[in-house]
């Protein structure tokens, strides 16, 4: 049974490379309704990223997670932080929300640190990524949820990642995820704020007026 929300639960995750008018484009999105920005740019220098939120409206830095760049977070009052699969678990105590990726169920299910919210992917083939494929049986993903639903424990949200286009948002929320997490359906498209409102009215519980 899917959760109940008064809104959509949405996660989108910047290019990893240098996009024309992105400042403006993160706050169309946060004006169109959008739930967490990830500022995801591997290979950029601190002082592009400074460049980058110092071009963002303080009011949306809220809502702005980082990657790999954990010395800005003493800079900017952001969201929180995103950890790879593979980064190890801060020994202090970070600001604001702290999440995972993973990309194996038995990671998933064994793990016992401290997180908000967790993405679990590729669920299906890449939109941005060629070869990197669905890694999943829906079955398993079911089973998965549903086990956690029965036990009754405790666990962070759990958003679905790879390959998540509007038409299949109600699959991962069938399936037990929490919500989605987007990134080359959004980049590819000619207006990623456009496209974001596709997103959130694939959530049966969002009202289609404010959606647009």
């Known amino acids: 049974m899917m959760r109940a929300e008064p809104f959509a639960r949405i996660v989108v995750i ?37 460049e980058l939120l110092d071009s963002v409206p303080e009011e949306y830095h809220p809502r702005i997670v980082l990657h790999r760049r954990r010395e800005l977070l003493a800079e900017y009052a952001l969201a929180g932080y995103h950890l790879t699969s593979k980064e190890s678990y801060p020994t202090g105590k970070m600001p604001g929300t702290l999440s995972r990726s993973f990309h194996d169920l038995d990671d998933l299910r064994n793990c016992r640190e401290q997180l908000d919210y967790t993405f679990l992917g590729p669920i299906f083939d890449s939109v941005s990524k060629q070869g990197y494929a669905a890694a999943f049986e829906p079955s398993d993903l079911r089973g998965f949820f549903r086990d956690l639903r029965q036990q009754g424990d405790s666990r962070p949200m759990t958003f679905a990642l790879g390959g998540i286009v509007p038409d299949r948002v109600r699959v991962c929320l069938g399936l037990g995820f ?10 590819a498209s000619r207006s ?10 694939a959530y049966p519980w969002v009202d289609k007026e404010l959606a647009g």
């Open 192 to 201: 990623p704020s456009r496209k974001l409102h596709r997103y959130i009215s």
């Open 14 to 50: 910047s290019s990893p490379n240098y996009k024309e008018r992105e400042a403006a484009i993160i706050e169309e999105l946060m004006q169109a309704g959008l739930w967490r920005f990830h500022l995801r740019k591997p290979n950029w220098r601190a002082e592009e990223l400074r």
């Open 178 to 187: 929490d919500g989605v997490a987007a990134l080359g359906a959004i980049w």
